[in-house]
């Protein structure tokens, strides 16, 4: 709702913002730099980096390996809208883009107990579990224009603050039950919690993109491909083992340090000299 | 421009000033273990545990024996993190750790039977987890609990063959220094709730032994027919005697405060009641239905209790509900009020063993749980400063 507001916002308030056409010089300074307002829109893949890894497991009899997680990364699709805010001067484009994010992560377990008298008669069971992320982020990025033409080219780098609105896991388990008798697989009904006590509020990272833009008119398309990667640890140290539900089924989240890769198509309206005589390129 | 920057990095510093830097928590401070073990036919059932010096753990368990009616005993000694340093399982014919561990000095103490002869056998195990060779003593038959008192230990024992609870008092070398046996009645009705206690076929009673603040030496076990509180000073008769119904009515835990007050759990024909602050008499004659104490529903029937007199001087009660959580009570010990409740566990069934309170301030939860629902096995639920005082402010 709040994303649907602030568009109406962008469109109503556009014109009013944009200044009057004044018949100014080119070689004015004035000329040379830009504001741009809009909105952007796209998809990630998100993984996450363990730096410290931790078990609900511990084995008596066999090696942590034979538990440990594994990561899917970059595997589940997420979704990321936001506004953008940009001031061009030089060849150089600084951007606010501030926006609510979806990451998409998801590693999996595997746990097998045998008969020591009857090695075929074993139960094997999977745990997938896959979490969901709803951050709100402010990126902060400085990209430079590799061609100054309607369609130009650029590179950028950046950094990123986002604050944890929630978080949910899915978990799912699977198996084979042979000592009850059958080969064939289960599944049970997922089953999805709250999982934002796991995680601390803050994110901090570093953005890197290339992307480029085109000015058909008043107007500019652009299109960004970049990688995101996290600075801190994401995961709550104190709250690690306080989810009931997960810990007591040996579920303990590793210290995590969130990454994705991303696409991202923006649309921005230029704030100086909307008119028929001074585009958007000028 | 540069204004819009100086206020994005401000906002930055500020916003990431609130958790970022304060998420380093000690991953001692809380944790969850669930020792597993991948074969079917081993089932591990949580006896107690103790921190060690190293602040790791010491958990004594037993595991299910198919050749014989006796429990193996099984030594853990984790790290601080939970994580096993070393194990090690006695071999027959030492079986049957009874309730758990006493610290005297700088080693940790069980009893265990010899399961030939039936003798109790005091086990001493250093700070690695490293069991000395059991010391058999005397002649106290099937042990069924033991207890630290100042630096020396008491241990309740059956002696089948005179049909009596017999109370004893030890040195940590295994001396006998007074010894005194009371009737629990005659007949097989009578031993039968003992001899499935001893054998895991049955109900585990909830024996328990040791000293009142008053000097008082008291055990809970059968006398004369009755799970009973019984009161001694290794007289010929008890001093006082607080009587159970049976072996289906009586106190599941006890711990002194003095002058005659006690915390109680109690349970009477599955109904459990718990009373902080429950006056009995050390020198008399009383029934254990007399303490009332609140009914607590949501306890299983039959489940263990443990309570712990909190340096905060609170009660914490440990046990499990009948939806299968470890639950876990703080109660005031002058105004009766329940002052904070937790459950741990959730999934798999979790039923209480034992817990104890960490040099950290936090508590350590010992745990039975059943991994897929089938597979019997040992959990540890460590938690912090932050949530014993959740518990008993």
Not at chain 1, 257 to 270: D, E, G, H, R, S
Not at chain 2, 40 to 60: H, M, N, P, R, S
Not at chain 2, 359 to 373: K, P
């Amino acid at each position: 709702m709040r994303y649907v507001i602030s568009l109406v916002f962008i469109f109503t308030l556009n014109p009013l913002l944009a200044q009057p056409n004044r018949s100014l010089p080119r070689e004015n300074p004035f000329l040379q730099s830009q504001w741009y307002l809009g909105f952007f829109g796209g998809g990630n893949l998100a993984g996450t980096n363990a730096t410290a890894s931790y078990n609900g497991y511990e084995p008596l009899n066999y090696g942590l390996s034979e538990i440990e997680k594994e990561y899917n990364n970059f595997s589940k699709l997420g979704g990321h809208a936001g506004l953008v805010f940009m001031y061009y001067s030089k060849g150089f484009t600084y951007g606010l883009k501030p926006g609510f994010q979806i990451y998409n992560t998801e590693y999996s377990t595997h746990a097998q107990w045998v008969d020591s008298s009857n090695p075929t008669n074993t139960l094997d069971i999977n745990y997938k579990y896959s979490t969901k992320f709803n951050y709100l982020e402010f990126p902060l990025t400085v990209q430079y224009d590799l061609m100054k033409n309607k369609f130009r080219p650029y590179v950028g780098l950046g950094a990123y603050y986002a604050i944890l609105l929630s978080a949910t896991r899915k978990i799912e388990r699977s198996g084979t039950d042979g000592a009850s008798g059958s080969s064939g697989g289960f599944t049970n009904p997922p089953n999805t919690i709250g999982v934002k006590d796991l995680y601390i509020t803050s994110s901090l990272g570093l953005i890197g993109f290339i992307g480029a833009s085109y000015d058909p008119g008043n107007i500019r398309i652009t299109i960004d491909i970049g990688y995101k990667y996290g600075l801190n640890n994401i995961t709550s140290t104190e709250n690690r083992y306080q989810n009931n539900q997960l810990s007591a089924i040996g579920d303990a989240t590793d210290d995590l340090k969130l990454q994705n890769i991303y696409f991202t198509m923006a649309f921005v309206f230029p704030l100086k000299f909307i008119s028929n005589q001074f585009n958007s390129v000028n | 421009m540069n204004n819009m920057k100086l206020l994005f990095i401000a906002l930055v510093l500020v916003l990431s000033g609130c958790d970022i830097t304060k998420n380093d928590v000690e991953p001692t401070a809380s944790f969850t273990k669930i020792y597993d073990d991948n074969r079917f036919e081993q089932e591990y059932y949580a006896v107690d545990i103790i921190e060690t010096a190293d602040k790791g753990f010491l958990i004594l368990s037993e595991l299910k024996n198919d050749q014989s009616l006796f429990t193996s005993v099984h030594i853990l000694k984790t790290d601080a993190l939970g994580n096993i340093v070393s194990q090690i399982e006695l071999d027959a014919p030492f079986a049957n750790a009874v309730n758990g561990w006493s610290k005297v000095g700088d080693l940790y103490y069980f009893v265990c039977m010899n399961a030939n002869n039936l003798i109790s056998n005091l086990v001493a195990v250093d700070e690695t987890g490293t069991p000395a060779d059991p010391i058999a003593l005397g002649n106290t038959t099937y042990p069924l609990v033991m207890q630290q008192v100042d630096n020396g230990l008491v241990l309740l024992s059956f002696d089948n063959l005179n049909a009596e609870s017999v109370i004893t008092e030890l040195s940590v070398d295994g001396q006998i220094i007074r010894q005194v046996g009371y009737s629990i009645g005659t007949g097989v009705d009578v031993e039968k709730p003992i001899i499935d206690h001893l054998t895991r076929n049955g109900d585990k009673l909830p024996f328990a032994v040791g000293k009142t603040t008053d000097g008082i030496y008291y055990f809970n076990g059968f006398y004369n027919f009755t799970f009973s509180l019984v009161f001694t000073n290794f007289g010929t008769d008890p001093t006082g005697v607080s009587q159970g119904q049976l072996s289906q009515g009586g106190i599941s835990a006890v711990s002194s405060l003095g002058n005659d007050v006690f915390g109680i759990a109690r349970f009477n024909f599955g109904s459990n009641f718990i009373n902080p602050t429950a006056i009995i008499s050390t020198s008399s004659i009383t029934s254990s239905i007399d303490l009332g104490g609140n009914t607590f529903p949501e306890i299983e029937s039959g489940a263990r209790v443990s309570l712990i007199n909190t340096p905060q001087g609170r009660w914490l009660y440990g046990t499990n509900t009948q939806g299968k959580q470890v639950s876990l009570y703080g109660f005031d010990q002058t105004t009766n009020s329940i002052l904070g409740t937790e459950y741990l566990g959730s999934g798999n069934p979790y039923t209480f063993a034992s817990f104890t309170l960490t040099s950290d301030g936090g508590i350590a939860i010992l745990a039975n749980t059943a991994l897929e629902g089938r597979f019997p096995r040992i959990a540890l639920f460590k938690r912090d400063a932050n949530f014993l005082r959740r518990l008993v402010p």
